[in-house]
């Protein structure tokens, strides 16, 4: 019984995020043991949580079939919103925030029913949509950052950003909300029906649709749900940093695919893993971190991503073969 366990454990697609996110800890900290000190991980955890919700959304979105190269964009759109009509005194914090997520909803709308009504690509759509946002953002602020230092000691930041200290390692609130979205999103996808409509509409959508399942509408609830995480991550941000960039989150849709690609998700659709995103937000936030702590120039992240993409895609692909074989 023992022997079969351990085949099914192996061929999950979590399998081959674990054991790298397992030696790139062990990598790291063996060459620098400030890689594990309360302060490096807690730096590093702050910065996962804002990709990591982004993350988590896509992962639904593209085990549907689809993809959104928008988020990044939003990302920096959003935060400027809020923040745009809290110092102009058009509204209270609560209220700009708000209508910072509506503008974000009506941005996923927007993209959902141009690909579902119109059969464009995602790809297409949500390239246009990118630079929509990003110059929209930028012709706001005539490319200058807002300032957030007022929401200093406001509920709202302390809610959504608020930090305390556990032992040595310093928290933010923002942590929770990516463990409750993580939880939540998990049980979506893999013990509701809405999750099965997800994957059957990734998987084969012609029959999905045979079957009743509202595959346009999955899809449109699924674009607006990464576009809405989206600007909550950079509303998050932007709190934590002080600054409401109309640049920040350039590149950012890249990196969260690879992620969500890392994690083992089918970038085809039909299949995705919430877990195994965890784990490739993971893997890539701490490869950023402790390449720097070893020594080795920033600039050479991207290689370090590509590499392990190209990797664990042959992992992963070896894997279904495994599977499939039944071996």
């Known amino acids: 019984m023992e022997a079969p366990a351990l085949r099914r454990f192996v061929l ?15 990598v790291f900290a063996a060459i620098n043991p400030a ?21 988590l959304a896509m992962t639904l979105l593209m085990t549907s079939g689809e993809f959104d190269l928008s988020v990044g964009s939003v990302f920096g759109f959003a935060p ?27 941005i996923g709308l927007f993209s959902g029913l141009f690909v579902t009504r119109l059969k464009i690509p995602s790809f297409l759509v949500t390239l246009g949509m990118l630079l929509v946002v990003r110059g929209t953002a930028l ?9 957030t230092w007022n929401s200093q000691g406001h509920w709202l930041a302390e809610v959504l950003v608020g930090d305390f200290m556990v032992g040595p390692f310093r928290i933010y609130v923002s942590l929770f909300w990516f463990v409750a979205a993580a939880l939540i999103l998990a049980w979506v996808l893999n013990r509701s029906k809405f999750g099965n409509w997800i994957q059957a ?34 509303i998050v941000s932007s709190i934590r ?28 659709g039909g299949r995705g893993s919430i877990l195994g995103t965890v ?21 050479a ?19 279904e073969r495994r599977h499939q074989a039944g071996t």
């Not at 999950?12 to 062990?26: D, S």
């Not at 890689?35 to 993350?55: W, Y």
């Not at 784990?279 to 600039?299: A, F, K, Q, S, W």
């Open 35 to 55: 890689f594990l000190s309360p302060l490096n991980i807690g730096n590093t955890l702050t910065f996962t949580v804002e990709l990591g919700l982004i993350a």
């Open 12 to 26: 999950m697609p979590e399998f081959g995020p674990l054991v790298l996110l397992i030696v790139q800890l062990a």
């Open 80 to 106: 400027v919103v809020m923040w745009t009509l809290f110092n102009t005194g058009v509204m209270p914090l609560p209220a700009a925030f708000l209508v910072a997520l509506m503008i974000a909803t009506g």
């Open 241 to 268: 940093t002080a600054a409401a960039n109309p640049n920040s989150g350039t590149g950012y849709e890249l990196e969260v695919i690879a992620m969500v690609v890392i994690g083992g998700t089918l970038l085809t």
């Open 139 to 147: 012709f706001i602020t005539d490319g200058f950052p807002q300032r």
């Open 301 to 319: 992240y991207n290689i370090f991503i590509g590499a392990i993409i190209l990797g664990m895609m042959a992992l992963h692909s070896w894997l």
């Open 201 to 234: 509409s990734g998987g084969n959508a012609a029959a999905a649709r045979a079957r009743g399942v509202p595959v346009d509408r999955v899809k449109v609830i699924l674009f607006v749900l990464t576009a809405c995480m989206a600007a909550f991550a950079g």
């Open 279 to 299: 784990l490739g937000v993971l893997i890539l936030r701490t490869m950023r971190n402790g390449i720097v702590l070893i020594g080795v120039p920033g600039l």
